[in-house]
């Protein structure tokens, strides 16, 4: 099985060229971070797991729970990630 390092070296890569085109590695840095904290913290994670919850929706949750701290083409990398099942390696 591949490593979550190799699963999510495309998504950081992604997110590094959208961060760096837009002139925002450190608000990307600070969304990034923040949305790790999210997935990571436990009761989060459960919610998040949960098979009543789908991807999309799980997306939306972590947007909700940051607030104003993500800015809409931030919102559109979640999204990504969620259609693809890999919010789950924010943290990575």
Do not use: C
Request: charged letters at 20%; hydrophobic letters at 45%.
């Amino acid at each position: 099985m591949s490593s979550l390092a190799t699963l999510s070296r495309p998504y950081a890569k992604a997110a590094f060229e959208l961060a760096e085109n837009a002139q925002a590695l450190q608000h990307w840095d600070d969304m990034l971070n923040l949305s790790s904290l999210i997935v990571s913290d436990p009761a989060m994670a459960n919610l998040l797991d949960s098979p009543h919850v789908s991807d999309q929706q799980a997306a939306d949750i972590i947007k909700d729970a940051a607030g104003d701290r993500l800015d809409a083409k931030f919102g559109d990398f979640l999204s990504v990630l969620a259609d693809n099942g890999r919010l789950p390696l924010l943290p990575e």
